[in-house]
C-alpha cells in the first residue's frame, strides 16, 4: 500500500541547525543534505516543535516493503521527555503506510540513549559494522519487523507478534 507523502513544514536551514546541536562535526548534515532528503521521494520526515521551535525530527527512507531510518534527533532541551519514543512510532506507522513490513538502521554501539529508544521500541541487533563511523566507531545495524492488527490499516504498527519482541506502542 502507498500513500500521499507529506513534506512537514520545515526548511532545510532549521533541520541542520537542529543537527548542530545533536550530532558531532565529523557526523552533521548539512543544510545541503537535509534539502535532499525534503526533496527525495522515497523519504519520509517528521517533525516536532515547542512554542514554534523546531524540537525533534526524523526521517526514513521507503524502499519497497523495506525501510531504514535515516536520522532521530532531539534538541538536548528537551531530551528524556519520551519525544523521541512518540517520534519514532510515528515515522514507523507511516513507513507501514508506505508499504514497509521491515525496519533497519545503524547506530553507534556507544550511543547508549539512541540504544535505550531502539531497544525499547522493539529493535534487536542483527549485524555490527567495524569503524562504520571513524576509526574505532562501530555501528551496530538493528532490525524491527512490523506487523499492522487486522482491521487496523494505517493505525497503530506493531512489532510481529512472531519476533517476542514487545508491541511499539
Ligand atoms: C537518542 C535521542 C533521540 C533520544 O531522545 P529523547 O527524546 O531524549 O528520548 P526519549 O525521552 O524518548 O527516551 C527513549 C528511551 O531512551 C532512554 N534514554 C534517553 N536518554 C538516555 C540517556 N542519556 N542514557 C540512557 N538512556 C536514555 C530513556 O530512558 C527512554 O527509555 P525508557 O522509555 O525505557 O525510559 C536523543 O538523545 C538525541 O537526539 N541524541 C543525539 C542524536 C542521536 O544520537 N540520534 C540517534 C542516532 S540517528
Redesign the pocket.
Known sequence: MTEARGVPDVTAEELARLDEA??PAAERWTVAAWAGELRAADRRIGIRRVDGRLA?AATVQVVADVADLH????DPR?????????LLAEMLAMAVSAGAVRVLLE??RD????L??YR?AGFTAIAARADYYGPGADALVMEATLVVPPGQVGGAPRTHPDSGLPGLM
Open positions: 545533536c550530532f525533534a536520522r532521530i534527533l532531539v528537551y531530551r528524556g521527555r519520551r519525544m523521541a519514543t512518540g547506530v553507534r550511543n547508549t540513549a539512541a535505550a529508544l525499547g
